[in-house]
T-cell receptor, first 108, second 116 residues
Framework: LAKTTQPISMDSYEGQEVNITCSHNNIATNDYITWYQQFPSQGPRFIIQGYKTKVTNEVASLFIPADRKSSTLSLPRVSLSDTAVYYCLVGPTDKLIFGTGTRLQVFP | ETGVTQTPRHLVMGMTNKKSLKCEQHLGHNAMYWYKQSAKKPLELMFVYSLEERVENNSVPSRFSPECPNSSHLFLHLHTLQPEDSALYLC???????????????FGPGTRLTVT
């Protein structure tokens, strides 16, 4: 399995940029990196997906170095509503295992 | 709104009851999924359907029985459940079950199930 490792929790303040890093040392050649966001008692929400270099959408950016052994989800100018759990998935190798994710707390 | 709906949103059932959870997706996707999320535990993938065929069953007890009559609808039939089956049951869909599209999933709001 392409086991992923993320920080258990992070704190930030409104308006700051938040970077959440995921380590995946055993990523396979055909694996993509996908990030989800989940609020309490709701289903996860797809944020972004990438294979290499940089991917950007209206919500976030995903940075993947050349060796692909890690990836960083970047959330620009977070707000209180970005308080949630963020999951990094590497697949298809990890077979849709969501793990415990990173709990991001945004303060006023 | 993700285009995936689930009913009911809340369900309380006794251990001898039979009930069904329903999921419907309005996204034109070909793959659908059932997940279980217990309190303070990660999501657990239960079943995967692709074009109405079950392609994955992650060692789920037989008291959970999925049904996918067409690519837009997915059911989870429940019978003789245990209190430890109380959880949030989430349905998701994706354009395809193969990667990378299978990892871009859209989730419903979930059904909060309590087994008494």
């Amino acid at each position: 399995l392409a086991k992923t490792t993320q920080p258990i929790s992070m704190d930030s303040y409104e308006g700051q940029e938040v970077n959440i890093t995921c380590s995946h040392n055993n990523i396979a050649t055909n694996d993509y990196i996908t990030w989800y966001q989940q609020f309490p008692s709701q289903g996860p929400r797809f944020i972004i997906q990438g294979y290499k270099t940089k991917v950007t959408n209206e919500v976030a950016s995903l940075f993947i170095p050349a060796d692909r052994k890690s990836s960083t989800l970047s959330l620009p100018r977070v707000s209180l509503s970005d308080t949630a759990v963020y999951y990094c998935l590497v697949g298809p190798t990890d077979k849709l295992i969501f793990g415990t994710g990173t709990r991001l707390q945004v303060f006023p | 709104e993700t285009g995936v709906t689930q009913t009911p949103r809340h369900l309380v059932m006794g251990m001898t009851n039979k009930k069904s959870l329903k999921c419907e997706q309005h996204l034109g996707h070909n793959a659908m999924y059932w997940y279980k999320q217990s309190a303070k535990k990660p999501l657990e993938l239960m079943f995967v359907y692709s074009l109405e065929e079950r392609v994955e069953n992650n060692s789920v007890p037989s008291r959970f029985s999925p049904e996918c009559p067409n690519s837009s609808h997915l059911f989870l039939h429940l019978h003789t459940l245990q209190p430890e089956d109380s959880a949030l049951y989430l349905c998701a869909s994706s354009q395809d079950s193969t990667h990378p599209l299978g990892y871009e999933q859209y989730f419903g709001p979930g059904t909060r199930l309590t087994v008494t």
